[in-house]
């Protein structure tokens, strides 16, 4: 059997394993093994055993649990409300106040954990009611929560930028510096379009009442210090990755103990926090260790198979000029994003990707930035965007799905004229980079 093809083979049956609904970390295994005993018979088995421990042998795989027991630490102290309080003094008395603050928060909620799915469900507990309350229109108030939710994707430590440093073998720490500037560039995309539907239709977002923006000045320096431990944390981290003092696993130790002291600081570290957290991180992280260990596997195999060289080699000889292959990889992103998990598309598609962008000049930074501006895409995407199934899970009963994904269709458009500018205008991700590099 040639490797054209078992590569059909292989898409047939992901896809129809896909379609029974069997776990893509299941699939992936199944494949992987599969694949070794047609192709190399009992022998090869030992193959598929030395890709897994290679991998799981990462010592950056650390940095992911240690990032998300730091958010759901972060989350159940209460850092986050009082985050959102303190906010209010500098948008409360924008046109959309309320959903400027939201997404104003989530940026720095996205550089303090990374992690999106806790965002989304603590703003969706926090903001959503007040902005019903005040009259806010359904989906302006929807699209804000699940977009400014999923910023974690771009902003630094993204989980997500982790990953794809593992799998492409480039630099996280220069990963985490390039996401900066697209991640605010698209934070301020979000904003200007509140603001902007806000002005033209102030019914769509009423303003506070003004007994809650006149707060005495004793009160708003209370306020104030719901800033103090969200910015310490952010500095504890990135700032120990940036000064060359720690590297991104040990940045990440330094933010679950800067989570646990943040807690203690605020009379919240209790033994039952901390074993929900560690509950909850030993929940996200198997879903994230499984999926690795199937599609590692998998991948380890085909590439031996000559599978990789060969898609590799199809891709880069398509008759079209580099940019218009890269537009070629973003559209099967982009289409991949609407029916799989991130973290299966990262692991599947760039062992294959990463090689044909670096034979065609381009660099492999700018490409994770624009491969993470397109998983942000994925977050919201029907039909299985999980922003929609984060936030429903919390919404008030009469918010439907239908609704929801509805909402979130200017907010995709952004995400899209982002991923444009990333496209045309390469040093948005590249200059906070090349920077570094002296």
């Given at each position: 059997?040639?490797?054209?093809?078992?590569?059909?083979?292989?898409?047939?049956?992901m896809?129809?394993?896909?379609?029974?609904?069997?776990?893509?970390?299941?699939?992936?295994?199944?494949?992987?093994?599969?694949?070794?005993?047609?192709?190399?018979?009992?022998?090869?088995?030992?193959?598929?055993?030395?890709?897994?421990?290679?991998?799981?042998?990462?010592?950056?795989?650390?940095?992911?649990?240690?990032?998300?027991?730091?958010?759901?630490?972060?989350?159940?102290?209460?850092?986050?409300r009082?985050?959102?309080?303190?906010?209010?003094?500098?948008?409360?008395?924008?046109?959309?106040?309320?959903?400027?603050?939201?997404?104003?928060?989530?940026?720095?909620?996205?550089?303090?954990?990374?992690?999106?799915?806790?965002?989304?469900?603590?703003?969706?507990?926090?903001?959503?009611?007040?902005?019903?309350?005040?009259?806010?229109?359904?989906?302006?108030?929807?699209?804000?929560?699940?977009?400014?939710?999923?910023?974690?994707?771009?902003?630094?430590?993204?989980?997500?930028?982790?990953?794809?440093?593992?799998?492409?073998g480039?630099?996280?720490?220069?990963?985490?510096?390039?996401?900066?500037?697209?991640?605010?560039?698209?934070?301020?995309?979000?904003?200007?379009?509140?603001?902007?539907?806000?002005?033209?239709?102030?019914?769509?977002?009423?303003?506070?009442?003004?007994?809650q923006?006149?707060?005495?000045?004793?009160?708003?320096?209370?306020?104030?210090?719901?800033?103090?431990?969200?910015?310490?944390?952010?500095?504890?981290?990135?700032?120990?990755?940036?000064?060359?003092?720690?590297?991104?696993?040990?940045?990440?130790?330094?933010?679950?103990?800067?989570?646990?002291?943040?807690?203690?600081?605020?009379?919240?570290?209790?033994?039952?926090?901390?074993?929900?957290?560690?509950?909850?991180?030993?929940?996200?992280?198997?879903?994230?260790?499984?999926?690795t260990?199937?599609?590692?596997?998998?991948?380890?195999?085909?590439?031996?198979?000559?599978?990789?060289?060969?898609?590799?080699?199809?891709?880069?000889?398509?008759?079209?000029?580099?940019?218009?292959?890269?537009?070629?990889?973003?559209?099967?992103?982009?289409?991949?994003?609407?029916?799989?998990?991130?973290?299966?598309i990262?692991?599947?598609?760039?062992?294959?990707?990463?090689?044909?962008?670096?034979?065609?000049?381009?660099?492999?930074?700018?490409?994770?930035?624009?491969?993470?501006?397109?998983?942000?895409?994925?977050?919201?995407?029907?039909?299985?965007?999980?922003?929609?199934?984060?936030?429903?899970?919390?919404?008030?009963p009469?918010?439907?799905l239908?609704?929801?994904?509805?909402?979130?269709?200017p907010?995709?458009?952004?995400?899209?004229?982002?991923?444009?500018?990333?496209?045309?205008?390469?040093?948005?991700?590249?200059?906070?980079?090349?920077?570094?590099?002296?």
């Amino acid at each position: 059997m040639g490797i054209e093809t078992a590569t059909i083979l292989i898409v047939v049956v992901m896809l129809g394993f896909m379609f029974l609904g069997v776990p893509l970390a299941w699939t992936t295994m199944i494949l992987a093994v599969g694949c070794t005993l047609l192709w190399f018979g009992p022998m090869g088995l030992p193959l598929v055993a030395s890709r897994v421990y290679g991998f799981v042998n990462e010592y950056v795989l650390v940095a992911i649990p240690l990032f998300v027991f730091m958010a759901c630490v972060l989350e159940r102290s209460g850092v986050a409300r009082d985050l959102f309080d303190a906010m209010r003094l500098f948008a409360g008395r924008l046109p959309g106040g309320v959903a400027v603050q939201t997404t104003l928060v989530a940026v720095v909620m996205a550089a303090m954990t990374g992690i999106i799915g806790g965002e989304i469900v603590l703003l969706g507990l926090l903001a959503l009611p007040q902005m019903l309350r005040l009259g806010y229109d359904r989906k302006l108030a929807i699209g804000t929560i699940c977009a400014g939710g999923s910023l974690g994707t771009m902003i630094p430590p993204s989980v997500v930028l982790i990953v794809y440093g593992l799998t492409a073998g480039v630099s996280i720490g220069e990963l985490f510096l390039g996401g900066v500037l697209p991640g605010l560039m698209l934070a301020s995309f979000y904003i200007t379009y509140i603001i902007v539907r806000a002005i033209l239709n102030p019914a769509l977002a009423p303003r506070l009442p003004d007994e809650q923006l006149d707060v005495p000045l004793r009160d708003k320096l209370a306020l104030l210090k719901g800033l103090i431990l969200p910015i310490l944390i952010i500095i504890w981290v990135l700032g120990s990755i940036y000064g060359g003092i720690a590297s991104v696993t040990e940045a990440a130790g330094v933010g679950a103990v800067g989570a646990l002291l943040a807690a203690a600081v605020r009379g919240e570290l209790t033994m039952a926090l901390v074993v929900e957290a560690l509950q909850r991180t030993m929940t996200t992280v198997g879903v994230i260790i499984w999926l690795t260990l199937g599609a590692n596997a998998f991948i380890g195999i085909y590439n031996v198979m000559g599978g990789t060289r060969y898609l590799s080699g199809a891709i880069a000889g398509l008759p079209l000029e580099p940019w218009q292959i890269i537009l070629v990889m973003m559209l099967i992103l982009f289409v991949l994003g609407m029916v799989l998990d991130w973290i299966g598309i990262t692991l599947l598609t760039m062992p294959i990707f990463v090689p044909v962008v670096v034979s065609l000049g381009y660099d492999p930074v700018w490409f994770g930035i624009l491969f993470c501006m397109n998983m942000q895409c994925s977050y919201l995407t029907p039909p299985f965007g999980p922003a929609a199934f984060y936030l429903k899970s919390v919404a008030p009963p009469d918010i439907s799905l239908q609704t929801i994904f509805g909402a979130l269709l200017p907010f995709i458009a952004m995400q899209l004229v982002a991923l444009g500018f990333l496209l045309l205008f390469p040093q948005l991700a590249l200059w906070l980079p090349s920077i570094a590099r002296g």
